[in-house]
């Protein structure tokens, strides 16, 4: 149900409905609403999707929760499981792998004291490979965030790993 409804079903906050139901005029039916209405859902939520949220958002947008789960399954960038503050996704493509992407993600490793797909103890960052991030002429590289890294040593990523709030 919607963050309005009275019954036990899954809920939305009333902030984030509202955002929601403000985009609608945007778009010209509720599957092409699906994809900011996750992401609003997912920023509101920490950064990830829980089954109750996807139950929420295919309530909302009178979808079927598979097509929804379908969705968020499909696209890397919605997370059906805690993540940092932070996302580090380190190419692992063969660009990447023949200039240093398996050294970066030791550093990483080494660095946050966790491993790949866990999310450090103060919940500041996370980190995975991915196969390919489309910037091969700039090997090794990584997104953190939403800002590709390219050229990267593993000196200028220890730094800005340090970087990060």
């Known amino acids: 149900m919607t963050g309005n409804d009275t019954d036990a079903g899954p ?3 009333r902030v984030i409905v509202d955002q929601i139901d403000a985009l609608r005029a945007r778009y010209p ?3 092409a609403l699906l994809l900011p209405a996750l992401h609003l859902v997912q920023e509101h939520a920490g950064g990830w999707l829980s089954e109750e949220s996807i139950e929420a958002v ?16 499909f696209y890397d960038m919605y997370h059906e499981h805690p993540v940092g503050r932070h996302r ?3 190419c692992t493509n063969l ?3 023949l200039r240093g992407a398996e050294e970066l993600m030791e550093l990483l490793q080494r660095e946050l004291a966790v491993g790949e ?3 450090t103890p103060d919940g500041r960052c996370s980190f995975v490979h991915f196969e390919c991030l489309g910037s091969c002429d700039t090997a090794p590289m990584a997104m953190i965030d939403d800002d590709y890294h390219e050229n990267l040593t593993p000196g200028r990523l220890r730094q800005i790993v340090r970087e990060l709030k």
């Not at 295919?58 to 399954?73: E, T």
């Open 88 to 90: 580090i996704r380190v």
């Open 117 to 119: 797909g866990q999310i």
């Open 29 to 31: 039916t509720e599957e």
């Open 95 to 97: 660009s990447c792998q």
């Open 58 to 73: 295919a309530d909302l947008l009178h979808l079927p929760v598979a097509k929804v789960a379908g969705v968020v399954s």
């Open 11 to 13: 809920r939305l906050a």
